[in-house]
């Protein structure tokens, strides 16, 4: 093969890899969401009342205790786990049984959920149950949301600031 | 799970044997027709294709020379490192701008030529047996790659980083081993903290280093591993990443805005490719995808059909520990240690049988192994259990017996190149070795200068893809009288001929061999020297072909 020839040849090859390089290294572009869509994304992490209530131990029961372990509660460490329940203008979008961490069950319960909605204003209804009982919700918060195009809207969940968030 | 050397392993039925090997020989003959493709504008010493490797050490340098330049204007808070970025791009364009650019492409090249080396090293088939180090090695180099590409695309922190910190960070707590959310740190604008981004700029930095060394690690098996690629094919890759980066310059995509979730997002699909799987399946499966894989490519070395060949052994009464098997095992499965009987040389070759691949080059590269020493046995210092050099003479003038006419000509192949059967003819005789470097430069100086044939053929894998390494740069070199042990000066240059064709190139090599017959007709007959006491012994063998 001639040397010019040769050269060519080495420039069309680098010029095919330098096409593919540069080419994958933007596109195509990936949709990883719809743009007319907003995001719901809830996102708490939050440890649910113990399974049993814890009792004091009465002085007999201490005494037969080593001195070291004489604590006045007796708690169960297992948690219950959440309920919680996302409503959608009228229609449950999520319901689930969060059980808490841990191997003994006795960590906080997380949630990680993402829900890809249209945009536009909603009705959104938030309920988590933290506690014993058998029926009913412990924490509910509602509203009216105007989501924008590929908003983010977070849920989160914070007992201290008084329950449900909406960021 | 071995096979002894050349069995059919017993445990798998020889119908999927076959079907395994059959795919694998199209896939070698596609890599060698590319090769040959390659080979026209290349050359054989600049064949990209041959070069995968050591392009993958050159593009890792060009990402480290240019990440240096980049992190000396880089900042590492999360608010204002989109911004230093902008301005290397738009400023400073012609320096930090360049520098950014070839920064990511050589990242993405370096992908590319990195699938193409471990597939090319599987289809060629040299990661079992012995050779299953280097392989092995090779897989934490694929995470580590990744590791980089995708920890430094987060540091641009615009909105593809936004997307990789999120769907990593929700990967990650997929696997259910950290106590909090790692993805919660980008939940939302408010609650987005620096910390994790720190976190990314130290494994930006860590990760390559760490790759430096097991790089290093994979190459250790390997004797004279090549980790440059050779100068004309360093300056055109640069050349072709420079006039890439000024073409089409890195650029940024919106600043991250953990309020706004990205939707259409521009993407670098060599280390992205798998981020799309994780919209659509759970995070657990890929990695159970990923770990299995990794896990399936770790264990390919010793997965059926398993192949071993029988190790060089060594023959004390006959080594002079000389080093020169040392010199040319391209595995370093040779080494010298103190003489363990009492023999008057200080050191004698050892064979580390886990390390030996069985190639014989040790016995092309033994001075005591020349079939003109007349000791009734010939048993040089270093052999092959499987074909000695002995039983090669043997072969070898009992072929060339019935050879007639004034082309006979003796060819010396190996098992891994063309096929050597169709060469065999009336004036023809075909010899396969496991690679044509076992054959000691003494042989064609006997089959020659002895009057056995009028001509020797050298043929084997393609030029530049030696299966052993470097049996046919080797063999080159010996035949110039550019290593030891060289073929004598008296021996005529033109009685011998080499063509390096592989399993693609049948018909070429038959018409090279015709060829050369041709030029062995016209030459005048040639005249044998007178015969000489040549007979050695292992001390003298050494100063034999001085
Ligand atoms: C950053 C990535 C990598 C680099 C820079 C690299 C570089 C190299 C180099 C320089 C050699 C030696 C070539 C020679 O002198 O013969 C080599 C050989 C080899 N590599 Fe890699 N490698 C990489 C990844 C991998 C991967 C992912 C695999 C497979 C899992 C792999 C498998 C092998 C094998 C099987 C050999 C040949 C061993 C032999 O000939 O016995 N490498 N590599
Ligand atoms: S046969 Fe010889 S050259 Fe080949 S790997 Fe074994 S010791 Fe090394
Ligand atoms: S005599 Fe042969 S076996 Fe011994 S060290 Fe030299 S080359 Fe190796």
Redesign the pocket.
């Given at each position: 093969m001639p040397k010019a020839l040769q050269y060519f040849g080495q420039f069309i090859a680098y010029a095919l890899f330098a096409l593919v390089v540069g080419y994958f290294a933007t596109q195509p572009a990936y949709t990883h969401m719809d743009p007319d869509k907003a995001l719901i994304k809830m996102s708490f992490s939050h440890a649910g009342e113990h399974l049993q209530e814890c009792r004091r131990l009465t002085q007999e029961e201490l005494n037969l205790l080593p001195p070291n372990m004489r604590r006045p509660m007796d708690c169960l460490r297992k948690r219950v786990a959440l309920l919680i329940e996302l409503e959608l203008d009228g229609a449950i979008l999520y319901r689930d049984e969060l059980p808490p961490s841990g191997l003994a069950g006795d960590g906080a319960s997380t949630a990680y959920r993402k829900f890809p909605v249209p945009a536009g204003s909603h009705h959104l209804v938030a309920r988590l149950r933290d506690s014993r009982r058998e029926d009913g919700f412990d924490y509910e918060q509602a509203a009216v949301v105007t989501l924008a195009p590929q908003q983010n809207f977070v849920i989160d969940f914070r007992p201290e600031l008084g329950g449900f968030l909406f960021l | 799970m071995a096979c002894p050397a050349s069995s059919v392993c017993p445990w798998i039925r020889p119908g999927v044997r076959v079907q395994v090997i059959g795919i694998r020989s199209v896939a070698k003959a596609a890599f060698e027709g590319a090769d040959n493709v390659f080979n026209r504008a290349f050359t054989p010493a600049w064949n990209p294709l041959c070069h995968?490797?050591?392009?993958?050490?050159f593009?890792?340098w060009i990402v480290i020379v240019s990440g240096i330049y980049l992190y000396i204007f880089f900042d590492t808070g999360i608010n204002q490192a989109y911004e230093s970025l902008e301005y290397l791009t738009n400023v400073q364009w012609y320096a930090g701008g360049v520098m950014r650019s070839l920064h990511r492409y050589a990242s993405d090249a370096?992908i590319i030529?990195?699938?193409l080396?471990?597939l090319r090293?599987?289809v060629m088939d040299?990661?079992r047996g012995s050779?299953w180090?280097?392989?092995?090695?090779?897989?934490p180099?694929?995470w580590?790659?990744f590791a980089c590409g995708i920890s430094g695309y987060w540091m641009v922190w615009d909105v593809l980083a936004q997307y990789i910190a999120i769907a990593s960070t929700e990967w990650l707590d997929s696997l259910g081993i950290f106590g909090q959310s790692i993805a919660r740190n980008f939940l939302n604008n408010d609650t987005l903290s620096g910390r994790f981004f720190t976190l990314m700029v130290f494994i930006h930095i860590a990760v390559p280093l760490f790759?430096l060394l097991v790089?290093w690690i994979?190459?250790q098996?390997?004797r004279?591993?090549?980790?440059n690629p050779p100068v004309g094919l360093a300056v055109g890759t640069l050349g072709m990443l420079l006039a890439l980066s000024l073409a089409r310059p890195a650029l940024s995509q919106a600043p991250a805005n953990l309020d706004k979730v990205p939707s259409v997002i521009d993407f670098d699909w060599f280390y992205l490719v798998a981020y799309p799987l994780l919209d659509t399946i759970p995070g657990q499966t890929l990695w159970a995808i990923a770990g299995g894989g990794s896990l399936l490519?770790l264990l390919?070395p010793w997965l059926p059909p398993g192949q071993r060949r029988a190790t060089a052994s060594v023959d004390l009464d006959n080594c002079n520990g000389c080093g020169r098997c040392v010199e040319d095992c391209?595995?370093s499965a040779v080494s010298l240690q103190p003489r363990t009987d009492d023999a008057a040389f200080s050191h004698e070759a050892v064979v580390s049988d886990n390390l030996c691949?069985g190639c014989g080059i040790c016995v092309g590269a033994c001075p005591t192994a020349t079939p003109f020493r007349r000791t009734s046995e010939l048993i040089p210092g270093i052999d092959l259990p499987d074909l000695g050099i002995q039983e090669l003479r043997e072969k070898t003038l009992s072929a060339i017996a019935n050879l007639s006419g004034n082309a006979r000509v003796v060819v010396f192949g190996c098992s891994h190149g063309a096929g050597l059967e169709q060469l065999q003819g009336a004036d023809v005789a075909v010899l396969k070795l496991p690679c044509v470097a076992m054959l000691p430069p003494s042989f064609i100086d006997f089959m020659i200068t002895r009057g056995h044939v009028n001509g020797v053929f050298l043929t084997g894998c393609a030029d530049g893809d030696c299966h052993?390494?470097?049996g046919i740069e080797w063999t080159g070199q010996r035949l110039a009288g550019e290593r030891d042990p060289y073929l004598r000066k008296r021996v005529p240059r033109e009685r011998i001929a080499e063509s390096w064709a592989g399993i693609t190139r049948n018909k070429r090599l038959q018409q090279e061999l015709r060829t050369f017959q041709d030029r062995l007709r016209a030459l005048p007959p040639f005249k044998r020297t007178p015969h000489r006491s040549t007979g050695v012994r292992a001390g003298e063998a050494a100063e034999h072909h001085a």
């Open positions: - | 995968l490797g050591t392009l993958g050490w593009f890792y370096l030529v990195m699938m080396h471990l090293e599987f040299r990661y050779r180090f280097t392989w092995f090695t090779g897989v180099l694929l580590l790659v790759m790089m994979h190459i098996r390997q004279n591993a090549r980790v490519l390919l391209p595995f691949t052993y390494r470097l």
